[in-house]
């Protein structure tokens, strides 16, 4: 599984800055978690403390870029770690998400993303059908357990556990958690691109209004290819693979690829980004991943049966020509 922006999870700085709003909101905006992130809430209060102390327990719990995490630890071998709360969350979130999918969203992927050049080392493994059974025999969820003391046990020590595709979102709900116990009413939190929303825009009197990125802009454009209304307290993530495509030289026709934990191997797809609508941003960012691996055809009729879930798909025709398909609540937000 690859994201269109990768969420480097580890405590670089907090760069943060505070600015009033002509009504009133507070904006904290700066760089955690090896992105930025923009907070505006309607408050007499600056919260940016609290903020900071969500992105510290976040790294410490599941960053697998800093070698003193819980998860690194784990990942290295140790079996003494008692994980906390935020862990046992995304895990068991995880789990379900999981299951729902047949195993299409698996957060123990990463050593079949690295063979292929993906992760963060970028070296290419000579890869053959060998490798790739050799790979998968310590990949998938269902190789991993939690204890009644909170510890993990891993099936074979080789696993690696890689929270990359829900811990944003998961941060985010923290951050809107935050807000929501000091009682604020009206707040739009993004972090990496992804949203949480609460209320309106009390400096136009009107619902969050937020944006979705055209996927075929170029490395120096920031287009947008709709607009659309946040609102009922829900949350928008969005993954894809921006500017990371290849192209049919005879069509024009684009195609990406995400590794398929399922195969262990790249998935050809016409999918180039999945945005999602849900109830809480940790959900939401797991299945903008999983419709990047899902054929087109595969994600409409998992849409159908998940009807608390709306999505909106950009990809491309056997023509080249960029398409769209999103449920009916998604285009009930759309600004025209």
């Not at 116990?181 to 136009?204: C, M, R, S």
């Not at 903008?288 to 998940?306: G, K």
Request: negative net charge; aromatic residues 10%.
């Amino acid at each position: 599984m690859k994201k269109a922006t990768i969420l480097f999870l580890v405590f670089l700085f907090f760069s943060c800055k505070e600015e009033p709003t002509k009504s009133g909101l507070i904006q904290n905006y700066g760089e955690a978690l090896g992105t930025t992130f923009n907070i505006q809430y309607e408050s007499s209060e600056d919260f940016m403390a609290d903020f900071e102390d969500v992105f510290k327990r976040v790294n410490q719990s599941m960053s697998t870029y800093q070698k003193t995490s819980d998860i690194s630890k784990i990942n290295q071998g140790d079996t003494s770690i008692i994980v906390d709360t935020l862990f046992v969350n995304v895990l068991k979130t995880s789990q379900q998400i999981w299951k729902e999918t047949n195993g299409i969203f698996d957060p123990t992927v990463g050593p079949l993303v690295n063979a292929y050049g993906f992760g963060p080392n970028k070296q290419l493994l000579a890869i053959d059908s060998t490798k790739i059974d050799s790979i998968r025999a310590f990949v998938g969820l269902d190789k991993i357990s939690l204890t009644l003391e909170n510890k993990i046990v891993k099936a074979d020590s080789r696993i690696f556990i890689d929270f990359n595709a829900l811990a944003k979102g998961y941060t985010l709900d923290l951050l809107g958690d935050v807000l929501n116990q000091k009682g604020v009413k009206n707040y739009l939190i993004e972090l990496g691109g992804e949203l949480l929303a609460k209320g309106k825009n009390t400096d136009k009197n009107k619902n969050w209004t937020v944006a979705i990125d055209n996927p075929t802009q170029n490395e120096n454009e920031r287009t947008f290819i709709r607009f659309l209304e946040l609102r009922d307290n829900r949350a928008m993530a969005t993954s894809g693979n921006y500017r990371k495509f290849s192209e049919d030289t005879a069509t024009g026709q684009k195609f990406v690829h995400s590794i398929n934990p399922l195969t262990g191997w790249p998935k050809v797809s016409n999918v180039l980004s999945a945005s999602v609508l849900a109830s809480t941003c940790m959900v939401a960012d797991a299945y903008a991943t999983v419709f990047m691996v899902m054929d087109l055809e595969e994600s409409i009729a998992f849409l159908s049966q998940h009807t608390e879930l709306d999505a909106f798909i950009i990809y491309t025709d056997a023509s080249g020509t960029l398409q769209e398909w999103m449920t009916e609540g998604f285009k009930k937000v759309l600004i025209d």
